[in-house]
């Protein structure tokens, strides 16, 4: 995979608005829960896909005692998980003491 630091040209309309919502919540969820001074946003990907990353240096939280227990995640990492999936994606949560990443992965639709 590699950093899409040049234009990757434009997606399509349901894939440009998946990743800008789940952006949109996990920076919600980095202000809101995590207490992490910054926040970093990297859009990523390859011929076949795309991805999205949100990492923070927050508190992190068990991301496996959430997935085990879906009642607690909450509407937004529900609602995350549903948009990738509708689009044929994959949404990852990897958690620690030193921060979490949301990492979100659509299949490539261009415009």
């Known amino acids: 995979m590699k950093d899409l630091s040049q234009d990757p ?3 399509d309309s349901d894939s ?3 990743l800008f919502r789940i952006a949109q919540e996990a920076l ?6 995590s207490g ?8 990523g990907g390859s011929d076949q896909d795309i991805w ?7 508190r992190g939280f068990n991301a496996e005692t959430l ?3 879906p009642q607690r995640l909450g509407v937004g990492i529900m609602g995350m998980r549903e948009r990738a999936r509708q ?12 921060g979490t990443v949301v990492r979100a992965t659509l299949p490539r639709r261009n415009a």
Request: proline fraction near 2%; charged fraction near 30%.
């Open 16 to 18: 440009e608005t998946t």
């Open 28 to 33: 919600a969820n980095v202000h809101k829960h």
């Open 87 to 98: 689009l044929g994606g994959t949404l990852e949560i990897i958690s620690d003491v030193s």
């Open 52 to 58: 999205l990353e949100i990492r923070d240096e927050g």
């Open 9 to 11: 040209g434009r997606l």
């Open 67 to 69: 997935a085990r227990t």
């Open 36 to 43: 992490s001074p910054r926040a970093e946003a990297v859009l």
